[in-house]
């Protein structure tokens, strides 16, 4: 059975305090693994795409990283406009846009 | 650039009533799927729509349809509401052909089901 999960589920942080997020994956025929940001009240707004093992991609503080299993998303020096929902989902083979979501890391800078 | 704008931002159903909810894709995305996204929970695929016709569907039952309009609009429809349909339905609008799963979210419809 097709499975996303994402760990922590919730995280605080002081602002300049970095860490990771963590989304494990077990799905039939991985297409990419995409990375998106929720505010509250708002529909996800897109971050990443990742293909392959190996792959890695930045943007401002934020990075992402692709294994087998699992892909992280590093977050350098967060500042509480990094506050957000993070979520991880699957693209399978059935269909390009048939996202499969993990319920998401709610995400807490603290100034 | 005009994003994907959903409407209505809220309604009240009750139980056994019929909804539809609209939505108008991003200028010159011609896909739009749609997401059910219950509170504390991830969005679940319902279906999407490319030329006017359903391509691709989740684990959603019938009750659940929509229609793409040529303009590439969009409408879900949910007949015989349950209580469990409460929830944040979002719209998505991409272009056929373009990146896998790069898709440009609405800020959705919140409905609740009394």
């Known amino acids: 059975e097709d499975q996303v999960t994402q760990s922590p589920e919730a995280l605080r942080l002081q602002e300049g305090e970095s860490s990771s997020l963590n989304c494990s994956y077990t799905v039939s025929g991985l297409r990419g693994l995409f990375w998106y940001r929720q505010d509250p009240g708002k529909g996800p707004e897109f971050l990443f795409t990742?293909?392959?093992a190996g792959e890695e991609k930045e943007k401002e503080r934020l990075k992402a990283t692709l294994t087998k299993k699992e892909s992280f998303l590093h977050i350098t020096a967060p500042k509480p406009e990094d506050s957000a929902t993070y979520l991880c989902a699957v693209s399978i083979e059935t269909g390009a846009n048939n996202l499969f979501f993990g319920t998401g890391t709610r995400l807490t800078v603290i100034p | 650039e005009t994003g994907v704008t959903q409407s209505p931002t809220h309604l009240i159903k009750t139980r056994g009533q019929q909804v539809t909810l609209r939505c108008s894709s991003q200028s010159g995305h011609n896909t739009v799927s749609w997401y059910q996204q219950a509170l504390g929970q991830g969005p679940q695929f319902i279906f999407q729509y490319y030329r006017e016709e359903e391509n691709g569907r989740g684990n959603f039952p019938p009750r659940f349809s929509g229609l793409q309009f040529p303009n590439y609009s969009s409408e879900l429809n949910v007949n015989a509401l349950e209580l469990d349909d409460s929830a944040l339905y979002l719209c998505?609008?991409?272009?056929?052909?373009?990146?896998?799963?790069?898709?440009?979210f609405g800020e959705g419809s919140r409905l609740t089901v009394l």
């Open positions: 998505a609008s991409s272009i056929a052909g373009g990146p896998t799963g790069e898709l440009f």
């Open positions: 990742l293909y392959s």
